[in-house]
């Protein structure tokens, strides 16, 4: 089975401090992990995924494979950052398992 | 983006009623998934189609059926809503040649009363 847990069910941060927004995945074979996010009012949108490696709006998201992790990183939070988050993991028949999501308040 | 289409948008309906939910889409894409989105459990599968002729339950397909009347529209019924599917339910595409990632609709926020 594949499984997503994000712990943090609210992260509250100041502007300008660094973010982490934690996911952690259960899969036996090769995953691929995924960001989204979902601003207020707002369709959830894809934020990065990890096989593309790239920065997207200063985030940043390593897959570390030997602590099944996959952690959301931004070196200095704005307040337009503030939004709910989901990890979500795509693994086996082509199925995708989102995580419970982590809110993000970035407090002025 | 309005490649992804939910109706309605919002509803509201008494306990016993049959409601549709309908999602039509425009990327040409092959896969289709419904989800429901509560507060502290994030989104949940109900039903995905990966073509017209292969439909597949989630997580928690009880108490929902669905119908893929063509590629570009995917149908989520509850033939007899109960107060506990009261949710914002969001409907998805992808692309199954070209990777996961998956495109959302605007949601329909359900309330059953």
């Known amino acids: 089975a594949q499984r997503v847990t994000q712990p943090e069910k609210l992260l509250s941060v100041f502007k300008g401090a660094p973010v982490e927004l934690k996911c952690n995945y259960s899969y036996s074979g090769s995953p691929e992990l995924f960001w989204y996010v979902q601003y207020s009012r707002q369709r959830l949108q894809l934020l990065l995924r990890?096989?593309s490696r790239e920065s997207i709006k200063g985030f940043t998201a390593d897959l570390n494979k030997g602590e099944t992790s996959f952690h959301l990183k931004k070196p200095f939070a704005q307040e337009e950052d503030s939004a709910m988050y989901y990890c979500?993991?795509?693994?086996?028949?082509?199925?995708?398992?989102f995580g419970t999501g982590t809110k993000l308040q970035v407090i002025p | 983006d309005a490649d992804v289409t939910q109706t309605p948008r919002n509803r509201i309906t008494k306990t016993g009623k049959r409601i549709m939910l309908e999602c039509s889409q425009t990327?040409?894409?092959?896969?289709m998934y419904w989800y429901r989105q509560d507060p502290g459990l994030g989104l949940r599968l109900i039903y995905y189609?990966?073509?017209?002729?292969?439909?597949n339950k989630g997580e928690i397909s009880d108490g929902y059926s669905v119908s893929r009347q063509a590629q570009a529209k995917f149908s989520l019924s509850l033939e007899s809503a109960i107060p506990n599917q009261t949710a914002l339910y969001f409907c998805?595409?992808?692309?199954?040649?070209?990777?996961?990632?998956?495109?959302f609709g605007p949601g329909t926020r359900l309330t059953v009363t």
């Open positions: 189609s990966f073509d017209v002729k292969d439909i």
């Open positions: 990890h096989i």
């Open positions: 998805a595409t992808s692309d199954g040649t070209s990777g996961y990632e998956q495109y």
């Open positions: 979500a993991l795509a693994g086996g028949y082509q199925k995708v398992t």
């Open positions: 990327k040409g894409h092959d896969r």
